[in-house]
């Protein structure tokens, strides 16, 4: 009798990857991993919406992973809450260390000479006293790869930041990393990518609506 093989669990899994919730500085402060800042009215609400919709998932994510912030945390609890599950917090999902740049109002630093490399070359750019975006990317990729591995052949949640998860959806798509800023993430949005092993695929980015379409296999 010839003996079958034991089937050999996928290494590679959805990562449903949410930006946190609209903070009262969102979109107009780079607050990076300062302490303290939680989120807005709206946000709590942007959350418990995109808990819903995470919710309504035929294949329900098995875990709820979430940057150590309070605004990402926040965001975190009410999907877990809809899932069943608890949030785990991961410091792979952390914001990018923005250095002393951290608190500055965005129309300062715009005014920056520095400011174009951010945006038309960041592979070349560190933050003065902090990360560089090649090195955030590396952490955010190597942190969803490992999450990834953890949950072969299923799906989970990670509530992280917007420079993180557009870093993460270029290496995903093969996408240079100067070119990362011409993706748009917005608060509470849904990106999904499948990641772990050798697989790299790009479902969805920035999604506001329903999930119910969204392919997980």
């Given at each position: ?57 035929k ?40 250095g ?5 109002k ?30 955030m ?34 290496d ?26 050798e ?19």
């Amino acid at each position: 009798m010839t003996a079958v093989p034991a089937r050999r669990t996928p290494s590679h899994a959805v990562a449903l990857l949410v930006r946190h919730g609209r903070t009262p500085t969102t979109g107009a402060v780079l607050p990076g991993r300062a302490p303290g800042l939680h989120l807005a009215d709206d946000g709590r609400a942007q959350a418990e919406a995109t808990a819903a919709r995470i919710a309504t998932l035929k294949r329900p994510p098995s875990a709820v992973y979430a940057s150590p912030l309070e605004r990402a945390v926040e965001t975190a609890r009410p999907i877990a809450a809809a899932l069943g599950l608890r949030v785990r917090v991961e410091r792979g999902l952390l914001e990018c260390d923005f250095g002393s740049w951290t608190g500055q109002k965005l129309g300062t630093l715009r005014r920056k000479r520095e400011w174009k490399t951010v945006i038309s070359m960041p592979s070349a750019f560190r933050f003065p006293g902090g990360e560089s975006f090649a090195e955030m990317q590396v952490r955010m990729s190597s942190t969803l790869d490992r999450l990834a591995e953890r949950h072969g052949g299923g799906s989970f949640v990670a509530v992280s930041h917007a420079d993180p998860i557009k870093a993460a959806v270029a290496d995903t798509a093969g996408v240079p990393l100067d070119l990362f800023q011409r993706l748009v993430v917005g608060p509470c949005s849904v990106t999904a990518l499948v990641r772990g092993g050798e697989a790299r695929t790009v479902l969805c980015v920035n999604a506001l609506s329903s999930l119910a379409e969204l392919g997980l296999s």
